[in-house]
């Protein structure tokens, strides 16, 4: 079965730093596609950002570009959100997802 396990949330302040891991299981990681998403309550879930596991070619929502990384340790078929400069608008559930697709638990993020 393939799990993906994330880790990493919390509560900060504005303009504070998170830092999101997701670990997978089961799945073929190299040459596929992991990626982050989001979902604030009463709004549709949005992406993110996502990295390409074999070239490592990465996308971002505008809304993040510049203030989020996402990064792999192909090693442990990990992908990892670094969460700079943090907006109350940031908060939500954020959520790991895998070509499939297959989903986290989900991770909650809070901003105030």
């Known amino acids: 079965d393939v799990q993906l396990v994330e880790s990493g949330g919390g509560s900060v302040q504005a303009g504070g730093s998170l830092r999101l891991s997701c670990a997978a299981s089961?799945?073929?990681?190299?040459?596929?596609?992991m990626a982050w998403f989001r979902q604030a309550p009463g709004k549709e879930r949005e992406g993110v950002a996502r990295?390409?596991?074999?070239?490592?070619?990465?996308y971002y929502a505008d809304s993040v570009k510049g203030r989020f990384t996402i990064s792999q340790d192909n090693a442990k078929n990990t992908v990892y959100l670094q969460m700079n400069s943090l907006k109350p608008e940031d908060t939500a559930m954020y959520y790991c997802?895998?070509?499939?697709?297959?989903w986290g638990q989900g991770t909650q993020v809070t901003v105030s």
């Open positions: 997802a895998a070509r499939g697709p297959y």
């Open positions: 990295i390409a596991t074999g070239s490592g070619n990465t």
């Open positions: 089961g799945y073929t990681y190299n040459r596929n596609c």
